[in-house]
């Protein structure tokens, strides 16, 4: 799989959103109630995006010219990784990932920290994150998890 990552453009914010909404609906549904996807959904609708697009870095993932994946990164707390369901588990979110660590370490931070979905929580501890605590919001419930940016830490 070949994906090209880079810095999301405001004119991608629905793109974004789509893709937001719909692994929420797919992948998400399994491990948490309909109401919390739909609370959670508010969020990431297009001038949200634009919005977080101010406060972050938000960077896409690119594959046979279609958006396929998102993360973002806001100081050292890693936001937002969503993967399109049909290209989830072939390398696109420890693609994005390793640009988040690579930029964490380029600007000198000693660890970076990710609120978890029950959903990924797995995928996270895959890559050398280790749980924290957990965090409720109302009936959502996020993994607080981290990762220490050493020469051992796994993504690179």
């Not at 989830?88 to 693609?95: D, P």
């Amino acid at each position: 799989m070949t994906c090209t990552i880079r810095r999301a453009t405001p004119a991608e914010a629905p793109a974004i959103s789509q893709l937001i909404i719909t692994t929420l609906r797919v992948s998400n549904a399994g491990d948490y109630s309909p109401q919390v996807i739909a609370q959670v959904e508010q969020h990431f609708a297009p001038p949200s995006i634009l919005q977080l697009m101010q406060q972050r870095q938000v960077y896409v993932a690119h594959a046979e010219q279609q958006l396929i994946g998102t993360a973002s990164l806001d100081g050292a707390v890693v936001r937002s990784v969503f993967v399109d369901p049909d290209w989830q588990g072939r390398g696109v979110g420890q693609a994005l990932m390793a640009q988040l660590v690579a930029l964490a370490r380029a600007a000198h931070l000693s660890a970076l920290q990710v609120p978890a979905s029950v959903t990924a929580e797995s995928f996270y501890s895959r890559l050398g994150f280790e749980k924290v605590r957990d965090q409720y919001h109302g009936e959502e419930r996020t993994i607080v998890m981290n990762l220490p940016l050493n020469e051992s830490s796994p993504v690179n």
